[in-house]
């Protein structure tokens, strides 16, 4: 699937994102998932989608969500059995005492964000250091340029970036720009995503963080459709790459 591109080749291998979805793609706990794109292209519609799939009761999901509302993670709390919380732990539940496949962390908010952000910051650092130690969990951190820059959690994320394999703690960051966020993001990720960006500096930076063949990763950026990412599996020699449809 990872190959170099030439006029006389042809393009890298498309996947309709419900059979990638169901036939190729598997996370194991402890490989970090990083995705990259502007507003509006269906980052966390994909990361829900991932989710699905790999997320169990045996290693659940903890999605932390740092908007006040968000229609798409409040329908697959709904749809998909998650119990949200406003706190971390989660206060146990005399009515659903079975164990969830995941948990959706998300704090009140006073829209006052002097009284928010260190209150929100406190309870995502919690989470994020209890998934951690225990292992065996996929933390979904949305807005990781918020979590990192504006609720100062570049700490603990740093953590599970570089230790948390060994943990089987699996880090999955989405954010808008890739230099937005800590470089971790992308040298520690084992699978990445990327939508295509008009900001050629975004594009270029892609090829330095992608972690294999510079122009094969522009030559796929340039392929991508509206809603569809470059995936880019990596394994050190035998990284491969395909896109992934809307």
Excluded at 75 to 83: D, E, P
Excluded at 181 to 201: G, I
């Amino acid at each position: 699937m990872l190959r170099r591109l030439r006029d006389d080749l042809p393009g890298i291998e498309r996947f309709e994102r419900q059979d990638f979805v169901e036939n190729y793609w598997y996370c194991k706990p402890g490989e970090h998932v990083t995705i990259v794109g502007p507003t509006g292209v269906g980052k966390t519609h994909l990361v829900n989608q991932l989710l699905e799939e790999s997320a169990t009761k045996e290693t659940p999901a903890v999605i932390l969500v740092m908007k006040p509302k968000d229609s798409t993670t409040k329908r697959f709390t709904k749809a998909h059995g998650y119990r949200q919380t406003a706190v971390w732990p989660p206060i146990p539940s005399i009515w659903k005492p079975r164990k969830p496949p995941g948990y959706t962390l998300w704090p009140k908010h006073t829209y006052n964000p002097d009284i928010d952000e260190p209150k929100h910051a406190e309870i995502f650092k919690t989470a994020l250091l209890d998934s951690y130690k225990k292992g065996n969990r996929h933390v979904f951190a949305d807005e990781l340029y918020s979590l990192d820059e504006e609720l100062g959690l570049a700490r603990p994320l740093i953590t599970i970036w570089t230790k948390g394999r060994s943990m089987g703690c699996s880090l999955w960051g989405a954010t808008q720009k890739p230099t937005h966020v800590p470089l971790h993001a992308f040298n520690q990720a084992t699978h990445l995503f990327l939508s295509f960006d008009p900001d050629k500096r975004s594009r270029d930076r892609f090829r330095e963080i992608g972690g294999v063949d510079p122009d094969l990763i522009s030559a796929g950026i340039e392929q991508l459709e509206p809603f569809e990412g470059l995936y880019i599996h990596r394994q050190g020699r035998s990284s491969t790459m395909c896109i992934v449809g809307a």
